[in-house]
């Protein structure tokens, strides 16, 4: 009896380190996200942006939660509290998942949200200024 307790208490932490350490890092990850309307889709206002400050919001000072709570330091959708959603942030690091992302479309979707997804709109508490200096953070940063 206590063996068997022993092998089902390994398997269950197994399972959960497992999961944990792949949590948000597929790649491709599909998406079913909207396309932004065509006038945002095709802006790119990174050029004036600035990615130290992106990545202040990232990761410490966005309000209600900075980015890598969910996105992960890296960028990898393995943040602390990503773990729980379904489905797992966007991974940004995966280059095919990424491939035609634009910015325009990364700024809509941080300001207005993705219905369907944990991902929470931050337009009320971050200026069309800071979500552009995060993206420019997450392109030139996380993106690599």
């Known amino acids: 009896m206590k063996k068997s307790l022993i092998a089902l208490v390994v398997a269950v932490l197994t399972m ?20 932004a309307p065509g006038s ?11 990615a130290k400050k992106g990545k202040a919001l990232y990761t410490k000072k966005a309000k209600p939660m900075a980015c890598q709570m969910c996105h992960g330091k ?6 602390q509290l990503g773990k729980a959603l379904k489905p797992a942030p966007r991974n940004f690091t995966c280059a095919k998942t990424m491939k035609d992302v634009t910015p325009g479309q990364m ?27 995060v993206v420019k953070y997450i392109r ?5």
């Open 16 to 35: 959960f380190v497992a999961n944990a350490a792949f949590a948000g890092g597929d790649c491709p990850q599909k998406r079913k996200t909207k396309k």
């Open 40 to 50: 945002v889709y095709s802006k790119d206002k990174t050029a004036k942006a600035d």
């Open 74 to 79: 890296k960028g990898a959708g393995d943040g």
């Open 107 to 133: 700024f809509h979707i941080i300001k207005n949200g993705s219905p369907g997804t944990g991902m929470a709109p931050f337009g009320k508490t971050l200026s069309d200024k800071d979500i552009w200096n």
């Open 140 to 144: 030139e940063e996380l993106m690599k």
